[in-house]
């Protein structure tokens, strides 16, 4: 029997960043089962050519477009490739981040911060900036951002990371007022300690530091991609029509 859920995605189009591994691919495949029409951005061929073939292997509509997020034109000529496509944008996950090593703060160069600024943050920004017109043409929807963990609390020798995270939130929320009586709703996400590429990045790749990053989680274990996944389908799903501005933090219980 269908949900209320899966009809509020019918013949519905999204639009993710960061789409190719990770979070951002598990939530293609997600939106892709629910009848959606997927557009995964990304700035690696490779991944995103994996992600095309996970979805399409679930039976799932995509397209793949190359995108640096911290360009304007980029963004925009992606969201245009996706209207001369499909005709419509209603959903948007706003997902591509880059993680950096454990750094004190006098330690982090000036290029790693704007790093994280240009891609965490600006690219938040420039997705929601061209987004949002699309969105109101297409009679409302619905943007997701992913900040973190670190979005709402402090992480020794993540200052840039942190700042940008908690920039995200900030964003969105101002954002959400902004169209709150526009019939579109944007909220966050904020995942914990994730099984993904990221995860490998910063644990060292070794079963020591993995283990490491699994004792600070009071649910046992890190997460999954899919469960990610799960929450970013459930505040763009009609089961959420009353939550805008909202962070849905998805950490085991890392942040209570």
């Known amino acids: 029997m269908e949900t209320k859920e899966n009809k509020s995605f019918k013949g519905k189009v999204a639009f993710i960043t960061g789409g190719g591994t990770g979070i951002g691919v598990a939530t293609a495949v997600a939106f892709a089962k629910e009848g959606v029409s997927v557009v995964i951005v990304g700035s690696s061929d490779k991944h995103l050519e994996e992600g095309i073939n996970r979805i399409k292997q679930e039976g799932g509509e995509a397209l793949a477009i190359k995108c640096d997020v911290r360009r304007a034109e980029d963004v925009k000529a992606a969201l245009d490739q996706t209207i001369e496509v499909y005709g419509r944008l209603d959903y948007a996950f706003n997902n591509a981040g880059v993680d950096h090593p454990g750094t004190p703060l006098a330690d982090i160069t000036e290029e790693e911060f704007d790093r994280q600024m240009n891609i965490n943050l600006k690219g938040v920004f420039l997705g929601m900036k061209y987004q949002i017109p ?59 300690i994730i099984d993904t590429p990221m995860m490998d990045r910063f644990t060292g790749g070794t079963e020591e530091g993995r283990k490491g990053a699994i004792s600070q989680e009071p649910i046992g274990r890190a997460g999954t991609p899919e469960e990610i996944a799960n929450a970013v389908i459930w505040l763009c799903s009609d089961a959420s029509s009353f939550v805008t501005g909202h962070t849905l933090v998805a950490d085991g219980g890392q942040t209570v």
């Open 134 to 192: 699309l969105i109101l043409k297409s009679g409302g929807g619905a943007i997701v951002n992913t900040s973190s963990g670190a979005g709402v609390k402090g992480f020794k020798g993540q200052a840039a990371y942190t700042a940008v995270k908690h920039g995200v939130i900030g964003l969105t929320r101002s954002a959400a007022l902004d169209y709150a009586t526009y019939n579109i709703r944007i909220n966050v996400v904020a995942p914990g």
